[in-house]
């Protein structure tokens, strides 16, 4: 049996305007079966601006405010895996 899982990123959260959530993810072997994985990752250049898709703006409120790839590296370089790593661009009620 094959399973094909796509984890959503971040940057897809933030895309779809908190349509789709970026999951904690990790793996947990059970010992009996073996297992093969691949995983690849990919991003934007790093000037590239990263802001909720205009058709997916629910009355003109977005939930993050626009960032740069470079800016969201950034940010999460200094912080753990287990920390919000969209906290710092999210976009405060008024």
């Given at each position: 049996?094959?399973?094909?899982?796509?984890?959503?990123?971040a940057l897809?959260?933030?895309?779809?305007?908190?349509?789709?959530?970026?999951?904690?993810?990790?793996?947990?072997?059970?010992?009996?079966?073996?297992?093969?994985?691949?995983?690849?990752f990919g991003?934007p250049p790093?000037?590239?601006?990263?802001?909720?898709?205009?058709?997916?703006?629910?009355?003109?409120?977005?939930?993050?405010?626009?960032?740069?790839?470079?800016?969201?590296?950034?940010?999460?370089?200094?912080?753990?895996?287990?920390?919000?790593?969209?906290?710092?661009?999210?976009?405060?009620?008024?």
């Amino acid at each position: 049996m094959f399973l094909f899982c796509i984890v959503v990123g971040a940057l897809t959260q933030v895309m779809t305007n908190g349509r789709f959530r970026s999951v904690r993810h990790r793996v947990l072997a059970n010992g009996f079966k073996s297992r093969l994985s691949m995983i690849y990752f990919g991003g934007p250049p790093l000037s590239e601006k990263i802001a909720p898709l205009p058709s997916l703006i629910k009355g003109n409120q977005s939930l993050y405010n626009e960032f740069t790839w470079f800016e969201y590296k950034n940010s999460t370089y200094g912080s753990k895996l287990a920390d919000n790593r969209l906290g710092h661009f999210e976009r405060i009620a008024a």
